[in-house]
């Protein structure tokens, strides 16, 4: 087995990284790929919480890089999911604690071991960013259809272009096709005409995701919500395969009701 | 409603717009001050060679995918011999 190594970055904060990366980790793993997600925000961990799996932690990130536990020790498998794991971020320590080579030399070990890497960015274009692209084969680029969002995803893929790092592919996250219609939200094609890059996924805005949070249970464990299917179309795409982008305008109130819990 | 009965743009576009402008001076880092300085230094450069007409000199940055081109269009002044009016597009 040789890991892909995929990193969610976005330079702006609370676009939605760490729900991405737990709901495109879980689509990947429903699929029956075999996957490790790694928490690169240290001192500010959360994608243990999404993932429902915060009891479950001994040892972290920092731990295995700096030897006082084994890789697999620190690999907190999934309830749901058998082949889903997760190493989480040290919290009581900063990001200068890890190194960019460290992770690679982290990465390198656990390819052997899994299908998937995907890795959790934490905001920012600093350090933590830094050591979260090091090991990457692939990295997404989380936006909102906002500026501040858009701005900051143009500078992060600018960056990963000259880390030789690109090119980025690009998610599009809370888009909200009323608003969109109406003309007082940038449309996807708005977006794509700004940043000039691939597009690999849109996910609506979706009430549901704040549901799963509250839970810790990713939405993309089940198929219903329209944000649940987009991810695990992100999924389908990573893995190889042609999936269209979804209809969004065509959400009747029926499929809205459906949708919600 | 209020921006229908004022008829005012939708918000998504001026986000457009400020953002295509954004976009351009957080790539190339420079400012539009800086952009007007280096026309006036390249008006007067020209300026030394053939004679143009400064006040009709636009240079922009355009967008091709995620690179940058700048672009001068700097209207050469007519002749009495020449017909009509020239211009030089210089692309750098």
């Not at chain 1, 500026?147 to 500078?155: G, L, M, N, P, W």
């Amino acid at each position: 087995m040789t890991a892909k190594v995929v990193t969610v970055a976005s330079g702006k904060g609370g676009v939605g990284k760490t729900t991405s990366v737990a709901n495109i980790a879980v689509a990947l793993a429903s699929r029956g790929q075999k996957v490790t997600c790694i928490d690169g925000d240290i001192g500010l961990r959360n994608l243990d919480v999404i993932l429902g799996l915060e009891n479950r932690i001994v040892y972290d990130l920092v731990d295995v890089i700096e030897g006082r536990c084994r890789l697999r020790q620190a690999m907190i498998r999934d309830k749901r999911l058998p082949e889903l794991y997760l190493i989480p971020a040290a919290q009581t320590r900063d990001k200068t604690a890890v190194s960019p080579s460290d992770m690679v030399r982290l990465c390198d070990e656990l390819r052997q071991e899994v299908d998937w890497i995907i890795i959790d960015s934490p905001a920012g274009i600093e350090r933590g960013f830094k050591n979260a692209i090091a090991a990457a084969d692939r990295v997404l680029v989380m936006t909102n259809p906002e500026v501040s969002a858009v701005r900051d995803a143009d500078r992060v893929i600018g960056l990963l272009d000259a880390e030789e790092k690109g090119p980025a592919a690009l998610v599009i996250n809370r888009l909200d096709p009323a608003m969109v219609k109406r003309g007082d939200m940038l449309s996807v094609e708005d977006v794509l005409d700004l940043l000039a890059v691939e597009l690999i996924g849109i996910i609506p805005e979706d009430e549901n995701v704040i549901v799963a949070s509250n839970r810790g249970q990713p939405l993309a464990l089940d198929g219903k919500s329209k944000a649940g299917q987009a991810f695990q179309n992100i999924a389908r795409r990573l893995m190889g395969e042609q999936v269209p982008f979804m209809d969004l305008e065509s959400q009747n109130l029926f499929q809205r009701l459906l949708g919600r819990k | 409603m209020m921006a229908f009965l004022f008829g005012r743009k939708k918000s998504a576009n001026s986000a457009k717009e400020r953002l295509q402008l954004v976009l351009i001076h957080d790539r190339t880092d420079m400012t539009s001050a800086e952009l007007n300085s280096l026309k006036d230094d390249l008006i007067e450069t020209i300026s030394r060679h053939i004679e143009i007409d400064p006040t009709a000199v636009t240079i922009n940055v355009a967008q091709d995918g995620r690179s940058q081109r700048l672009v001068a269009d700097i209207p050469l002044r007519t002749l009495g011999h020449r017909r009509g009016r020239e211009s030089g597009r210089a692309v750098g």
